[in-house]
């Protein structure tokens, strides 16, 4: 199927494509990393006896 | 049983709370949803290509996360209902926390006019398929501003009777609005899968290269905005400290992937037209977005699309006129804007702040063509989390210690100084797609500037005198002032000694202030009852003044002592502020002690701190041997300056300068660099004691036996690291017996960066 789609296109756009799709997918893994990291510091906190900024900081390693 | 009892109380309490995390994470997605990536995406794919668009969300999506950590961190701790606003005013106060409040106003206005629009836009484009309405030949251009302006009057009459916004028809909206997005991106697969020659209409990737996916990312921001409205919710969600930032997040994360489903369904949907799709889409502008849905899905795309665009542009020209009038409404109370704005009317609704508000969104509504008024929204609310970002850092750095936090992002402060950069690229490029927008967006700061010098600022600074609870300026003002921050204990009476004999040596000043704890809600009334043995304090302290200096007193009212005494730092410009240490802090986490670490931090002036010991000028014996160890700092030319002023005028008296040598580094290159140090002496009597060893500490200790005093100067720092005094300093400071000086000079423009995001303004 994919090799059909091909013969329409030269090798530099092929290329330059799936380059530019994995900026799309690596911003989007991203976005999921810091949200899911986040959602750990998060649950982190909420367990510890640590509140303010200094002591999080200090003893939970974010 | 007490236990038991409170236990029974917060439950009962949790109870009463509504809001769950799946309904605050709707609550953001639909108002972030809103109405933008309907009338955006056809735009914006025409500028920035089919692949392009993907692109343009993915990367948005990622500054949108960078931005929602940073609310995300601040709706934890500050449960503020004010949205952007209140940070940035908690951050910085004054022109900034005003013109920020202003932005924040104009944009959510501005958002409510692209509501407007969209609403026109895509009722319009439904009845033009009816026969009945091609029929009526209209002009559109004049067609759309009408009903826009007719919708927002609708909507605006609804606001003044006051509609109660309830959790949980938001949500149904919300949950509503998404779902058919999903549907929509869902069929696109389906269509990709099953005719896989349209994936072709991703070729060319781009269009116009990385600048038109840097506009097309600029003009799709307002559809990434929203989430802020999760934190007002703060009283009515469960456990707020855990689910408000969980929910920021999360919206942000259902909004791109949203977006990025709809984007490439869009795409996918177009079919044999002859053209570039890129081209196509330039070409149909705001409703190419619904055509592109209705080949996709020929029976009811149309409708689905236009009914979902109808919906969402409704319900977000109703929450941005809520928004925007209680903004103006917040702003006015504060004493930035006239009081009249304030007034609540019957209804309980402030309405000569939506009055106002409603002309913003009817003019612009009427006066810019979409694209414009789309820009100038994503331009205004660019600068807003600009300010947000540069906030998360400050309100880190200021009162991090006293706040409570349920969530602190990682990679601080990195990630918002990113997404301040992304940000500021993203607004500036928008200048290209609409310079109309700018202008406004200029002219609207430009006007706020005015209005702030003109009007706020001296309202809002009769506010800020009240802080000041009592001020006796000296009758003899000088122009060196020094500081001293009276506490309860007797420490203060040892201060004011060093402090007295400073501003007699250097013809300086006392300023004698106390610093009343209450919280900020405290009435002034409150503050009044505690000003009496506050008073009290101070007066004793003056009383123990002998020389013959000009001596001020404050007392000062501040939700902490560090902020307070840094303010009044700040506000009756103190050149030195003189501390006291008692040689140990049981804090954890850190190293003085909490208002030491942050005043030390912070204070723009001199700081000396004072460990008083066995002897020294507190215990009324002349000081005649003073010892300052020193690697040749910039901070020990005041720790000279200092050791100078209390040295004993008497034949005997020695000032020590004293350096280990722990690096065998020759003597020659030693003396060199504390060359600025003995040339600082003059005449004074002095020698130089230059020792070889490992142990700096055990030296210094065993050197102060036979001196009375010890001054250190704080180590050289770098702008951005956060140093105190260095360990070194603050174990001797802390193991010797005799009184220890540690002086730490301001270093004016150098720590300017520090300064600026690590104190508080008024």
Known sequence: ?62 | MKENNAKNNNKNQELSRELGLFQLTMMGAGMMIGAGVFVATGIAIGKAGTGGILLAFALNGLIAIFTAMSFAELCSAIPAAGGAYAYVKKAFGGMIGFISGWMNWFALAVAGSLYAITFSEYTLHLLGSFEFFKALNLNMHIAVKILAVIIALIFIGINYKGVKDTGKSSTIIALGQTVTLLIIGFLGVVVAIRKPEQLLNFQPFLRDGRAGVLIAMGFTYVGFEGFEVIGHAGEEAIDPKKNIPKAILYAVIVVVSTYLMVGFAAVIGIANQGMGVAEWFAMHGTTGFADSIQMLFPIGGMLLVTLAAIFSSTSALNATLFSSARVSFAISRDGFLPPSLSKISKRKVPSVALFFSSIIVLVVAILLPVEDVAAAADIMFLLIFMLINISVIRIRKTMGDELHYGYLMPFFPWIPILALILQLVLAILLFELSPAAWVSASLWIVVGIIMYFVYSKSHAKKRAQKSILEYSKAVDKRKYRVMVPIRSGGISQVLVKYAERLAWVWHGELQLTRIMTIPNYATDDEAQARFAPNKEHVTKAQKSVNMDIPVSTIVARSDTAARGIVDNIRDHQTNMVVLGWKGYTRKQGYEMGNTLDRVIETAPCNIMIIKPGDEGLHTGKPTRKILMPTTGSQHSLLATRIAISLLDDSEDSMLTIFNVNTTGEAKQSVMRRLQPIINEMGNIPMKVTIIDSQDVVEEILKESNKHDLLIIGAPNEGTLKTMLFGQVTERIASECKKTVILAKKDMGVRSWIRRWIGSRSK
Request: net charge positive; proline share 0%.
């Open chain 1, 1 to 62: 199927m994919l090799h059909n789609l091909y013969k329409h296109l030269n090798i530099l756009e092929v290329v330059m494509t799936w380059i530019l799709l994995g900026v799309v997918a690596l911003a989007y893994a991203s976005t999921w990393y810091f949200v899911l990291r986040s959602r750990n510091i998060i649950e982190k906190i909420s367990k510890s006896e640590y509140k303010n900024s200094r002591d999080i900081v200090n003893n939970l390693k974010l």
